[in-house]
């Protein structure tokens, strides 16, 4: 695992595992995979050196490779897959890969059922920004360096600590930030106590002389005993760490960052979304923590142009506005409709949204409904099912008939992008963890862009 020379991934266009990937390619290691469909991550990636093919097919992989990463999505009969372990390849899953890389750095791991992406985003650009320096595996993609992996000579590591498939406890942090420990991925841990409980417990992994970075207001605040424990807040004044002179000029945010100890004044984030802000004070706690210099924070801050599909503006001008988020859970789509709400006051807000999983949309349907009620103008595109099998009586139709908003339709991609086009609505966002995100540009061609 030290020196590998030849690395086979199976799903490598996924977010995390090409970050991965990326790792060993800059180390010189031959990386090569397959994954499902071409995107622009794929391509992005073959440009970069790696090989990539995209039919299960055991005559198109390599047989001489040192082991295969595999992430969780890929299903159980996968052709390959199961030909390296019949086979008794050394086969690692993503979350195992990234323990043993992580073994011996610092690391800075950013936990939460939502929030990690962005959160953990801002933090390795402000150490990147900064010079303190820090490798970044990251669930998006940069705005600032398209891409979602950097090394540095640094031995500091930002990762995302994601609670699927309760991958987080492989990790070491010393320093933990936990965003949101609200239900989901209830096919992996049955209730949302279940969660709670392994948030608590990805936090006991914090080492000694580490801290936590946690959301003020959690409701099992109680739980955690981290010793050195810091909340954050962007709208109580009880958390450690909140702001102060909020002001909204030219659809930016401006504020002070307030602490018992130290005070930040006038920084500003070019980034919409309430939440964003929130997000940005965890980057800023762990700023402080490693005594990067306030106007170090404050330029790296301004500077930062998002994370490609969180809170995006595909177009922004007079005539029309786009936003492409990742959303894909009540309260994500909450967050993400005050966002937009906050900036754009008096505007229409007409919001497409693919459901994410048929048990996501099953177990949180009446989540979806009330924060989809938020908006002006509803339209529901089919569940996307990404690795799950069709569940009897489970559509978007079940959202739908659940939402007390008026103005409100379940559309095809085809019937969709017809409306679009006929209507050409002013304020439009489209969100979803799916393949929406396919259908952004040309919905931003049908508004002659």
């Given at each position: 695992m030290t020196k590998p020379?030849?690395?086979?991934?199976?799903?490598?266009?996924?977010?995390?595992?090409?970050?991965?990937?990326?790792?060993?390619n800059v180390q010189g290691v031959k990386v090569s995979g397959y994954d499902k469909t071409e995107t622009t991550l794929t391509k992005q990636l073959q440009q970069e050196g790696i090989e990539i093919h995209f039919e299960d097919n055991i005559d198109l992989m390599p047989k001489q490779v040192d082991f295969v990463i595999y992430t969780p999505a890929i299903p159980k009969d996968h052709t390959e897959l199961n030909y390296y372990v019949n086979n008794n390849y050394t086969v690692y899953k993503r979350s195992d890969v990234l323990k043993i890389i992580t073994?011996?750095?610092?690391?800075?791991?950013?936990?939460g059922t939502h929030g990690k992406t962005t959160t953990s985003t801002i933090i390795g650009h402000l150490l990147r920004?900064?010079?303190?320096?820090?490798?970044?595996?990251?669930?998006?993609?940069?705005?600032n360096y398209n891409t979602n992996f950097w090394s540095s000579k640094e031995n500091n590591v930002v990762v995302e600590a994601d609670e699927y498939d309760k991958s987080f406890f492989k990790l070491s942090p010393n320093i933990a930030i936990i965003t949101a420990v609200d239900a989901d991925h209830l096919d992996i841990y049955g209730t949302a106590e279940e969660v709670e409980n392994a948030f608590v417990e990805f936090s006991q992994k914090i080492k000694e002389g580490g801290c936590l970075l946690l959301k003020h207001g959690l409701h099992i605040r109680e739980k955690?005993?981290?010793?050195?424990?810091?909340?954050?807040?962007?709208?109580?004044?009880?958390?450690?760490?909140?702001?102060?002179?909020l002001q909204v000029i030219n659809g930016s945010y401006h504020f002070d960052v307030i602490n018992n100890y130290w005070t930040i004044k006038d920084v500003v984030l070019n980034m919409g979304g309430l939440h964003n802000i929130e997000n940005a004070l965890a980057a800023i706690g762990v700023a402080?923590?490693?005594?990067?210099?306030?106007?170090?924070?404050?330029?790296?801050?301004?500077?930062?142009?998002?994370?490609?599909?969180?809170?995006?503006?595909?177009?922004?001008n007079d005539e029309h506005i786009l936003i492409d988020d990742y959303a894909h859970h009540p309260d994500e789509l909450k967050a993400l409709i005050n966002g937009v709400r906050s900036i754009y006051t008096n505007e229409k807000l007409t919001i497409v949204f693919q459901p994410h999983l048929?048990?996501?949309?099953?177990?949180?349907?009446?989540?979806?409904?009330?924060?989809?009620?938020?908006?002006?103008?509803v339209i529901l595109l089919p569940i996307y099912p990404a690795r799950e099998l069709p569940i009897?009586?489970?559509?978007?139709?079940?959202?739908?008939?659940?939402?007390?908003?008026?103005?409100?339709?379940?559309?095809?991609?085809?019937?969709?992008?017809?409306?679009?086009?006929?209507?050409?609505?002013?304020?439009?966002?489209?969100?979803?963890?799916?393949?929406?995100d396919v259908l952004v540009y040309k919905v931003c061609e049908s508004l002659n862009y």
């Open positions: 020379s030849n690395i086979y991934f199976i799903g490598i266009g996924g977010i995390g595992m090409s970050a991965i990937a990326r790792y060993y073994e011996n750095s610092f690391n800075i791991c950013v936990a920004d900064s010079n303190y320096g820090c490798n970044a595996f990251l669930g998006g993609i940069a705005a955690f005993t981290t010793p050195d424990l810091c909340t954050y807040s962007v709208s109580d004044v009880n958390a450690n760490i909140h702001i102060q002179n402080k923590y490693l005594k990067i210099e306030d106007e170090k924070i404050k330029s790296a801050l301004a500077n930062f142009k998002g994370v490609k599909r969180r809170f995006e503006y595909i177009v922004k048929y048990t996501r949309t099953r177990d949180f349907v009446y989540g979806f409904a009330a924060s989809l009620d938020m908006a002006d103008e009897e009586g489970i559509s978007s139709e079940i959202i739908l008939n659940k939402m007390n908003l008026a103005n409100k339709q379940v559309l095809s991609k085809e019937s969709m992008m017809n409306y679009i086009n006929e209507n050409k609505p002013k304020l439009i966002v489209m969100a979803g963890a799916g393949d929406i």
